[in-house]
């Protein structure tokens, strides 16, 4: 039986580890990144990878960082015959590269070469692109640029956030990883080397990227959210504070009005003007300091006062 070492840490790596784990490997070591606090009490709580292996009382190794770690000569003496991550989030040292008969390969959720880094599901929907996929692909020192062993495209439909889209990629990934290690130990791969000039890249989304731009199209907007839903989430501001926007949708409009500016309130939600004749209409968001609600029953309560004409993100630009 061939021994595996698995590396990952979200939710998306658990189907990839459930698979290999059900196609009968042996899982000799789960990596995964070390506990953190969650949430307002700060609760100590382990990556859904490790609560997976525990579940079939596999070893986990939880290093800060990997490299000149003692769990990187952990795993090199334990003579693994494959590695395989899936957000793992670090790029592995040479002397880990090498130390698999069958090298170590990565489950990557875009169509590499686009979307390399780390947010490519995020960035697949921020920039409104009817599919993306998966991508396994030999490990490299340089981030995501491994030779192609395999690729799956997987749509995006309008409606998809990053959590559903995670959702479908991570089962998307786990049939292809399941079809291609047996042809990876029988010898029948023909890796394919990536095209460089045709790479782009979606490094981890900072907060300042998170805030809604109202001068953009309804549609750039639209993406926007969905494309940080379910996190870290869009958000805007309303009279000075913070307000998180889940969920909206598009609607079209006849007469421009300056960005930002609530047009229509309706018992479901309110308008917002945009950069172009489409408006946003909020349907689920988030005050500074509450929990998420939908729009209804935010202008049932608290936002009960608001008028037509209220604009949001004020400071935008300032």
Known sequence: M??????????????VLKRLINDGYDVIAVVTQPDRPVGRKRVLTPPPVKVEAEKYQIPVLQPEKIRNSIELQNI?????????????????????????????????ASLLPELRGGAPVHYAIIQGKKKTGITIMYMVEKLDAGDIISQVEVQISETDNVGTLFNKLSVAGAELLSETIPRLFNDEIKPISQNNELATFASNIKREQEKIDWTKSGEEIYNHIRGLNPWPVAYTTLEGSVMKVW??????????????????????????????????KIKELQPSGKKKMTAAQFLNGAGSHLSIGTVLGESYGK
Do not use: R, W, Y
């Open 2 to 15: 061939k021994k595996v070492v698995f590396m990952g840490t979200p939710d998306f790596s658990v189907p």
């Open 76 to 108: 090199i003496e334990m003579k693994p015959d494959l590695i395989v991550t899936a957000a793992f989030g670090q790029i592995l040292p040479k002397e880990l590269l090498d130390a698999p008969k069958f090298g170590c390969i990565n489950v990557h």
């Open 247 to 280: 969920e909206s949708e598009t609607i079209a409009l006849t007469e421009q009005k300056s960005p930002g500016t609530i047009i229509q309130l309706m018992k479901d939600g309110f308008i917002v003007a945009t950069g172009n004749l489409t408006g946003i």
